[in-house]
């Protein structure tokens, strides 16, 4: 969401020389109805932060509270601080996306409204009568754009927090997916090898620490299936790193990675990004992939 609005409306309430400061854009997560934002304010900005907060509200009038960012994001769960600047107290909301609902409270739960394209991006891959496991699945976003682009995959989706799977089962309703989707609560590394099936797809959408995780994912994919990779790498190298874990990985388990993609997801820091690296593993060289 832009920050210009803001700006214009907060030329007479902070001084002349902090405009410069605000935020060019922030995260909007909810719906028409009601919605939360997420700002990161520099440090001298602190005492307009109440100011800034109300005029944001009046002018999205949707956005029921404001939240600062007060941590990065941390932990297995991958949630960050955040700390309540202005308006209700209850920060649960439903967020919409491309058709579908996401219900989940983002003091919680991992969600970014800005992984929206990648998940268009992803769910374009997916093919008829695939089916795919989505490790790290949070509330459940991709699992859900992907279903509704594809109707006839088969999804299963594992995910560690209490409250995101919760979320997940909630919004597999919401969405009219339920069935389509199995969600599992539960540490990749124990759930995935119960499964007991072969999968056309892995997902692997957790940046920090995916890789150690790339041997259950390899061990699930049937042969000639597609894993994506997720992982974060300077600019001045962005696949290499990526490339080198998936084909060790494949290598370990007696296979073989094609790298069959290279994507720059979405900015992560100062120079750094998101990327994921798409790789065809192949167990004996001869591939049982259709395409
Ligand atoms: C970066 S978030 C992505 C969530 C979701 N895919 C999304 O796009 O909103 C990673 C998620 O992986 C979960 N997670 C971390 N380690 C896990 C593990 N060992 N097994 C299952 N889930 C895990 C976290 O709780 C978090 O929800």
């Not at 919409?96 to 990648?118: H, I, N, Q, W």
């Amino acid at each position: 969401m832009s920050g210009k609005d803001l700006r214009t409306r907060l030329k007479q309430r902070i001084p002349e020389n902090l405009l410069g400061l605000l935020p060019r854009a922030f995260d909007v997560i909810g719906s028409k109805e009601k919605a939360v934002a997420i700002l990161e304010l520099p440090e001298e900005l602190k005492d307009y932060e109440r100011t800034i907060s109300e005029i944001l509200m009046e002018v999205h009038k949707n956005v029921k509270t404001v939240l600062a960012k007060a941590s990065g994001r941390y932990g297995t769960y991958r949630i960050r601080e955040l700390r309540l600047i202005a308006g209700e107290e209850d920060t649960e909301v439903i967020h919409r996306e491309a058709g579908c609902l996401f219900k989940l409270d983002p003091m919680k739960v991992y969600f970014s409204p800005r992984e929206a394209t990648e998940r268009a991006r992803i769910a374009e891959l997916v093919k008829p009568r695939e089916s795919v496991l989505v490790m790290f699945s949070g509330v459940c976003p991709l699992p859900i754009v992907i279903a509704k682009k594809q109707p006839d995959v088969r999804i299963v989706a594992v995910e560690i927090n209490t409250d995101a799977h919760n979320y997940c089962v909630q919004n597999l309703f919401l969405n009219k997916l339920y069935g389509r989707i199995q969600p599992v609560l539960g540490d990749v590394k124990d759930v995935c090898p119960s499964l007991g099936e072969k999968f056309d797809r892995v997902l692997m959408p957790l940046p920090k620490g995916a890789a150690d995780y790339l041997g259950v994912a390899i061990s699930c994919l049937r042969d000639g299936g597609t894993l994506h990779f997720y992982h974060w790498a300077h600019e001045k190298d962005l696949f290499s790193e990526a490339e080198g874990l998936i084909k060790a990985a494949a290598e370990r388990m007696k296979g073989r990675a094609e790298i069959l993609d290279r994507v720059r997801v979405l900015p992560y820091g100062p120079r750094v990004w998101k990327v994921r690296v798409d790789a065809k593993i192949c167990f004996n060289g001869l591939s049982t992939n259709l395409d």
